[in-house]
C-alpha cells in the first residue's frame, strides 16, 4: 500500500535538503532543452507568440525546412535521454542523498545509453498515440502506465525498453488513479508558480520529481516484499 501524498512529500522535502541548488539546475537546464525548438521559435519570431490569435503550427515540424528539420530530429532524439537522466539522477538523490549534475546527463554520453533513450521516446509516443486514437482519456490512462518506465530502466539497464514499459503497466495495475491525485496535488503550487512569472517553477518541479521518484520507490520495494 502506497503511503500517503503527505508522507511522500515530505519524505521528497527531506531528499531535497541541502540538494536544492543543484535538482534547480538540472530540472531548469532538463526544461531548457527538452523544448528549445520552441524557445528559439520563440525569440525569432516573439510576435507570434504574444498575438492573441497565434495557434501552434505542429506540422510545421514536418516542413522540408531547416528548422522544420531541427526541430524534428531534436523532439525524436533529446526528450527520451533527458527523461532517463531525471530519473537517474533523482533515483540517486533519494537513496543516497548525493546526485551530480552529470548524473542527468549520463544519457548523452554513452552511445548505448542514447540509443537506448531514443527508442524510449519512440515507442512511447507511439504507443500513447495509438491509444490516443480510441479516444483521450485511454490514452492518459494508458500514459500513467508508462510513468515508472523511466526508472525501471535506470535500475534495469538489461532490460529491453518494451520490457521496462510492461514492468512498468504491472507495477501501477491498481495504483494509475492514485499516482494521477498524486500529480492533481501539486495543481496549486503549480498555479501559485505561475503567478511568479514562472520562477516559481524552479522550485516546484524539483518537489514533483522528487516526489514521483519516492512514489516508484514505494511501489519497488512493495512489489519485491511481494515476491520475497
Not at 11 to 24: P, T
Not at 73 to 99: C, D, Q, T, V
Not at 183 to 207: E, K, M, R
Amino acid at each position: 500500500m502506497i503511503m500517503g501524498f503527505k508522507e511522500l512529500k515530505q519524505q521528497a522535502r527531506q531528499s531535497l535538503q541541502g540538494n536544492w541548488k543543484k535538482s534547480i539546475i538540472v530540472v531548469a537546464l532538463a526544461t531548457i532543452l527538452s523544448a528549445l525548438p520552441s524557445w528559439i521559435e520563440m525569440m525569432v519570431r516573439p510576435e507570434d507568440y504574444f498575438d492573441p490569435t497565434y495557434t501552434v503550427d505542429y506540422m510545421s515540424m514536418f516542413q522540408p525546412s531547416s528548422f522544420g528539420v531541427f526541430s524534428f530530429l531534436w523532439y525524436l532524439l533529446i526528450p527520451g535521454a533527458i527523461m532517463l537522466g531525471l530519473a537517474g539522477f533523482f533515483l540517486h538523490l533519494i537513496r543516497r542523498n548525493s546526485a551530480t549534475e552529470a548524473d542527468a546527463f549520463e544519457f548523452f554520453t554513452n552511445l548505448s545509453k542514447f540509443g537506448q533513450s531514443v527508442l524510449y521516446n519512440v515507442l512511447i509516443t507511439v504507443y500513447v498515440f495509438l491509444w490516443c486514437l480510441l479516444l483521450v482519456i485511454p490514452g492518459i490512462i494508458r500514459s500513467i502506465a508508462y510513468a515508472m518506465t523511466p526508472y525501471i530502466l535506470q535500475d534495469h539497464p538489461e532490460y529491453s525498453v518494451n520490457q521496462a514499459i510492461r514492468k512498468s503497466v504491472q507495477m501501477m495495475t491498481g495504483y494509475k488513479w492514485q499516482f494521477f491525485l498524486l500529480q492533481l496535488s501539486f495543481l496549486g503550487w503549480i498555479l501559485l508558480a505561475i503567478c511568479t512569472f514562472g520562477i516559481g517553477l524552479l522550485w516546484v518541479l524539483p518537489y514533483i520529481q522528487a516526489t514521483n521518484t519516492h512514489f516508484y520507490e514505494q511501489r519497488k520495494n512493495e512489489n519485491e516484499v511481494v515476491k520475497g
